[in-house]
């Protein structure tokens, strides 16, 4: 059973650290991270809430149930940007706005393809740490298979009575 | 790894091996590098000698942990900060697959007496491949600063692709190929466990 202080207080360490991964992805081009940091920064938060929820209210995360479908999201997003050049005759991975001109920028977010690539690494990275974490937490239907099968083998007695 | 071992061996035999294995001395800022590399080994012996798994792990995430900060001592803040979040997610993922075994087989694994006898063979290639990958990191901590064009040629490309910070440039651009395929491959291992673990649940 989860201590009530630890639910109550998972929101204020899970919404920063999201934003910090933001931070990171956005600022990567300037400075230190990338989006595969970024997306192991935020997918530790959401796995931060999926260890102290129930597992029942774990697998019921919307993070956690749509993860794979981030995961293939991320996919497309960073093949589309990678072959979308050859489209228009550019080589592959030629990213917009040219190298020298200005691009158009949201505050230090600059909106060139380089970020939009990143961040389908960073959805990549988040969609499959999180569909790790539904292999971790098993339904009970499979938690009965592994005791099922842990049951059968009751070899190694005789080293115990030797130890 | 045998082979690679026993390809780099011969080009590091085959070359001139004087100049290579000559790290020069240990200056006074390199001393918290030697510490931290020192913490390491402390940790990887903890891994080999400990019986807990828990401690295991824990010993395993303290390594990566003072490796990363080996990195940050190296000038190398972006491979620092890919250390630590690994390190922390690996250690959470490692622990997680410990938790899911019942508490019986982990008590009978380490109650189990060490296995004492060595096959020749498996000295063999841990000698062999220890040994040459010492020599390999020891030869790359002998390179002069003048020896890295290629690293000086990144920095200087980097604000071509929108970048200020070099390994942002390199991973979205001048290999964004490369990290293409990796993240493809990435996702292609999600499936193949995801249906391995459908199967199973079917069965």
């Known amino acids: 059973v989860t201590p009530?202080?630890?639910?109550?207080?998972?929101?204020?360490?899970?919404?920063?650290?999201?934003?910090?991964?933001?931070?990171?992805?956005?600022?990567?081009?300037?400075?230190?991270?990338?989006?595969?940091?970024?997306?192991?920064?935020?997918?530790?938060?959401?796995?931060?809430?999926?260890?102290?929820?129930?597992?029942?209210?774990a697998q019921r995360m919307i993070a956690v149930r749509a993860a794979p479908l981030v995961a293939v999201a991320g996919l497309l997003i960073v093949l589309l940007t990678a072959l979308a050049p050859v489209v228009w005759g550019a080589p592959l991975l030629s990213h917009q706005p040219e190298p020298g001109a200005?691009?158009?920028h949201l505050g230090v977010l600059k909106l060139h393809t380089a970020v939009l690539f990143d961040s389908g690494i960073f959805l990549i990275v988040v969609g499959f740490a999180l569909s790790a974490a539904r292999l971790y937490t098993p339904s009970s239907a499979t938690e009965q298979?592994?005791?099922?099968?842990?049951?059968?083998?009751?070899?190694?007695?005789?080293?115990e009575e030797r130890a | 790894m045998v082979p690679v071992s026993l390809l780099l061996g011969l080009a590091l035999l085959s070359g001139d091996a004087g100049a290579l294995f000559n790290p020069g001395p240990l200056?006074?800022?390199?001393?918290?590098?030697a510490a931290a590399l020192g913490i390491v080994l402390i940790a990887i012996v903890t891994v080999v000698l400990a019986r807990?798994?828990?401690?295991?792990?824990l010993a395993l995430s303290c390594a990566e942990y003072a490796l990363a900060t080996v990195y940050a001592f190296r000038g190398a803040p972006d491979?620092?900060?890919?250390?630590?979040?690994v390190a922390t997610l690996s250690t959470l993922f490692l622990v997680a697959?410990?938790?899911?075994?019942?508490?019986?087989?982990?008590?009978?694994?380490?109650?189990?007496?060490?296995?004492?006898?060595?096959?020749?063979?498996?000295v063999a290639v841990g000698v062999l491949v220890g040994g040459f990958s010492f020599a390999v990191v020891w030869a790359s901590l002998s390179w002069k600063e003048g020896d890295v064009k290629l690293a000086r040629t990144y920095m200087e490309l980097a604000p071509t692709a929108h970048a200020g910070d070099a390994v942002t440039a390199i991973l979205s651009d001048?290999?964004?190929?490369?990290?293409?395929?990796?993240?493809?491959?990435?996702?292609?291992a999600l499936l193949g466990i995801g249906a391995l673990m459908r199967a199973r649940r079917q069965r």
Not at chain 1, 150 to 158: G, M
Request: glycine residues 6%.
């Open chain 1, 4 to 57: 009530d202080l630890l639910r109550r207080a998972t929101p204020a360490i899970v919404m920063p650290v999201l934003v910090v991964s933001l931070a990171i992805l956005f600022k990567a081009s300037d400075g230190v991270g990338d989006g595969f940091s970024a997306g192991v920064v935020a997918a530790l938060a959401l796995l931060f809430q999926v260890v102290v929820l129930e597992r029942d209210e």
């Open chain 1, 102 to 104: 200005s691009a158009p």
């Open chain 1, 145 to 159: 298979d592994i005791t099922r099968t842990e049951r059968a083998p009751p070899a190694p007695r005789r080293e």
């Open chain 2, 174 to 188: 001048f290999r964004g190929l490369d990290t293409m395929a990796e993240v493809s491959v990435l996702i292609i």
């Open chain 2, 79 to 85: 491979l620092a900060l890919v250390a630590v979040v």
């Open chain 2, 52 to 57: 807990n798994h828990l401690a295991q792990i």
């Open chain 2, 27 to 33: 200056g006074r800022s390199e001393l918290p590098q």
């Open chain 2, 97 to 122: 697959l410990v938790a899911l075994f019942p508490h019986r087989v982990l008590d009978r694994q380490e109650r189990e007496p060490r296995g004492k006898r060595r096959g020749l063979q498996e």
